[in-house]
């Protein structure tokens, strides 16, 4: 028995995919909010967040929500998406993943308010949620 692999699977390509491009050089774009001045929700639900763990390397998997009340601007949700999936090979704690995006998101969006709760998978029997806020100070004008 031959232990090569058989001719009808493929090599791996070492030129990126057109999707690993993306994903390399997406960065959060904005529009600007179609109702400025009205107070809405955006809620965005992203359920197949991965990154790996910082201390054991194993694969983590979340389900991520995004809540926010828009100001000026809206994020694009493609955008979000790409850079929402840049995660996958990062050695990232739970708790800097739900700081970072939000830090992240609210840097490019400057929303009212924003919610980010980050639900991952249990892995040997831990169960673990992080949820973290933004609300942006009132100006006060004299």
């Given at each position: 028995?031959?232990?090569?692999l058989?001719?009808?699977?493929?090599?791996?390509?070492?030129?990126?995919?057109y999707g690993?491009?993306?994903i390399e050089?997406?960065?959060?774009?904005?529009?600007?909010?179609?109702?400025?001045?009205?107070?809405?929700?955006?809620?965005?639900?992203?359920?197949?967040?991965?990154?790996?763990?910082?201390?054991s390397g194993y694969?983590?998997?979340?389900?991520?929500?995004?809540?926010?009340?828009?100001?000026?601007?809206?994020?694009?949700?493609?955008?979000?998406?790409?850079?929402?999936?840049?995660?996958?090979?990062?050695?990232?704690?739970h708790?800097?993943?739900?700081?970072?995006?939000?830090?992240?998101?609210?840097?490019?969006?400057?929303?009212?308010?924003?919610?980010?709760?980050?639900?991952?998978?249990?892995?040997?029997?831990?169960?673990?949620?992080?949820?973290?806020?933004?609300?942006?100070?009132?100006?006060?004008?004299?």
């Open positions: 028995m031959s232990n090569s058989p001719e009808t699977v493929p090599t791996q390509n070492p030129e990126m995919k690993e491009r993306e050089e997406g960065t959060l774009i904005t529009f600007p909010n179609p109702r400025i001045g009205r107070k809405y929700n955006i809620d965005i639900t992203l359920p197949e967040f991965t990154c790996k763990c910082p201390f694969p983590d998997f979340a389900t991520i929500y995004i809540s926010y009340v828009p100001d000026q601007k809206v994020v694009e949700l493609k955008a979000l998406k790409l850079y929402i999936n840049s995660y996958r090979d990062r050695y990232i704690s708790e800097e993943t739900a700081n970072q995006i939000l830090d992240d998101v609210v840097a490019a969006c400057e929303p009212l308010e924003m919610t980010v709760r980050t639900d991952f998978t249990p892995r040997g029997n831990v169960h673990t949620v992080v949820e973290v806020k933004h609300r942006k100070e009132e100006q006060t004008i004299f």
